[in-house]
Antibody
Framework: EVQLLESGGGLVQPGGSLRLSCAAS????????MSWVRQSPGKGLEWVST????????FYADSVKGRFTISRDASSDTLYLQMHSLRVEDTAIYYC????????????WGQGILVTVSS | EIVLTQSPATLSLSPGERATLSCRAS??????LGWYQQRPGQAPRLLIY???NRATAIPPRFSGSGSGTDFTLTISSLEPEDFAVYYC?????????FGGGTRVEIK
């Protein structure tokens, strides 16, 4: 059974930093692209970032480019999102999501972790 | 950036009725469109990938169709658990984008 478990969220002041983790199990983690998708309170879904299976390629939404860094550790089957220079508008539930074969749609999602940016 | 426009924003229907949800893309997305269901307090769940393929364990009352820039999700007969928000998403171009969602509510 595929499981994705996010951690590391919480309250942070504007301008601060936070690192999210996503522990993956139940599938060949190193073989699939992995992503972060966020959802602001009461709003829709926004893709944040994706990393390729071999770590060679990373992709970012313009809204986070230069501030967020996605990475993965194949030895521990863990996905990360390092967030710097956080803004109030980054407040959201952050979901870790697995992409399907051949860079498919998001076929499995974690339960999400709340990040609140506020003074 | 490819913009996905979903309509209607809200659909009010009764259990057993047919639901038809629309998603229009700002340019051709080569059929690389998926649909997700999100129930309150839950993560999204993939229903349909690449226009018309049902994801694992998705019941046959859910079907997808379309081409070019116009796509449709149909729920043939609404079950109580189908009242939720539905999002479309394209994987044709970076950045990946989602539609704004359609809420299917009980009439």
């Amino acid at each position: 059974e595929v499981q994705l478990l996010e951690s590391g969220g919480g309250l942070v002041q504007p301008g601060g930093s936070l690192r999210l983790s996503c522990a993956a199990s139940g599938f060949a983690f190193r073989s699939f692209p992995m992503s972060w998708v966020r959802q602001s309170p009461g709003k829709g879904l926004e893709w944040v970032s994706t990393i390729s299976p071999g770590d060679t390629n990373t992709f970012y939404a313009d809204s986070v480019k230069g501030r967020f860094t996605i990475s993965r550790d194949a030895s521990s089957d863990t996905l990360y999102l390092q967030m710097h220079s956080l803004r109030v508008e980054d407040t959201a539930i952050y979901y870790c999501a697995k992409r399907g074969p051949n860079w498919g749609h998001f076929d499995f999602w974690g339960q999400g972790i709340l990040v609140t940016v506020s003074s | 950036e490819i913009v996905l426009t979903q309509s209607p924003a809200t659909l009010s229907l009764s259990p057993g009725e047919r639901a038809t949800l629309s998603c229009r893309a700002s340019q051709s997305i080569r059929g690389l469109l998926g649909w997700y269901q999100q129930r309150p307090g839950q993560a999204p769940r993939l229903l349909i990938y690449d226009t018309s393929n049902r994801a694992t364990a998705i019941p046959p009352r859910f079907s997808g169709s379309g081409s070019g820039t116009d796509f449709t999700l149909t729920i043939s007969s609404l079950e109580p658990e189908d009242f939720a928000v539905y999002y479309c998403q394209q994987r044709s171009n970076w950045p990946l984008t989602f539609g704004g969602g359609t809420r299917v509510e009980i009439k």
